[in-house]
């Protein structure tokens, strides 16, 4: 194989207040290094003379306060703007930062000015907005502020897009305290990092997330079981902040699918999961991003009770098409097995992911031949399960949403073969304690593929990162499927 021939690296330099916002091929990788001055991506901040690396199609913008150089390996989709709302997003933290002081005072029972009249809520904050409205972006650029500033904050950031799956496998809804900036580098862990998928935490910031599983990637497809999962998260969160008051002024953030934004008003469970999240997680703002006709509906729904705040949308935002979000699903659970793998282009030698060292982030998964009876699999209601709105009028599901039913890997139709399983956590040892919808309660320790089902031999092969025992365990199977290629 011929040697790839190093590009001659390419200067920009940015005046203040601008971005230089890129996106990395399929297939290639890009190296950033900054020369001179500051320079942060989406709040994470780059330190001077190392060289960070973006892969898997990642598409990100480099925003500096005060002017800075960079040096990119090899140019890629690339430009650079000076018209960015994040002056906009600043203020908003500002506002988020004062609002944790003055809960903290509380909290701490500490004289409060006489002029200070405001409320003591930590922020609590709903993020929504349409598709390719940038909340993600806006949820991470939030916490990693938060978490820079100084006073020892460390905020929850909440994701109930089940299409993204965040730190966990997409069909996911999960949570994580953040104690420090989270990095970009590919859109397969845009939240950064979790130590679940390393044997051992492996970064330096690597994030604890607690997880339950939907398994679909459309709130739609069962609101009920959405809803059922919201509360869940809503509920050990609030679990936490009663073990550590303090900790609860450093508040929450919550990044929400589009499905919560758009579809007509009177689309019932946009509006019920809107209000799952509002009850489970006690938000106190809600930020709508770039959104008027949005922002109106939810200032006159919610607007008396909590506060809403308008921000405007990022030119820069990058509209997906269905294929990225196809390929981006296939990243996610490659790096899930294989850990975070991304080559630095030719002729660079000391690149760092999101500052880490590239080697620390490997995994090698490996394949396990089970009994069939030895993995408990459930699948929750009916996989072709219509609308509720949908059935004839007086008609009765036969199988309801949330009840979960057994799955027998013998029957040809089981839907097993190349499935994503969440492994679950064990269930209550007290047998007097046990209920039916149990397994909808249980958070997740894992996941698996499985990759072979040998029916006369009533055998499967199982692919999974970490190497427990699967003997006894509880798994569940949605709607995702995964081939390793
Ligand atoms: N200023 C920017 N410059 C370049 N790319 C950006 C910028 N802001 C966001 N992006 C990229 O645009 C893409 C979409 O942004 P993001 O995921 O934040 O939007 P979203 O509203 O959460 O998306 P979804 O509709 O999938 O929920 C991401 O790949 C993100 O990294």
Redesign the pocket.
Known sequence: MSEQKAAEPKRWELGPES?Y???VDPGVSLAIKLVQGHAEI?GFELAEGKVYLFGFE????L?TWKGCVIEISEPSTEYI?DE?PMRTYANLHIALEQMRVRALRQIRGSPVPSHDTSKSDPPRVLVL??????????C?ILTNYAVRSGQGWSPFLVNV?P??GGWAAPGAISVAPVYGPIP?AS?AN?LGTAATTAPVSLSSNALLPLAYWYGHSETKKNPLLMDRMIRNLGENVNDRFELDPEGRASGLIV?T??SFATGPAANNHRHKLIKACIDAFKISMIVV?GHEKLNVEVQRTYGSLLSVVKIPK?????E?DYSY?ERVRNYEMHTYMYGQVIHPPAGITNATLGGENLTDLVLSPSSTVINFGDLHIYRVGSDAMAPSDALPVGAARTVSEMQPVLVDPASPGSGLLNAVLALLAPPNHDENERYDEEVLDLTVVGFLVITNIDIPKRKMTVLAPNRGSFIGRTAVIGSYEWQDQ
């Open positions: 971005e916002r890129f996106e989406f990642c598409k990100a913008a925003y703007s960015t907005g349409p598709e390719h409205s940038g909340k993600t972006t806006v991470k897009d299409s993204e970009t859109p845009p990044d699918p589009s991003v990022s030119g820069g935002v990058v997906v979000r």
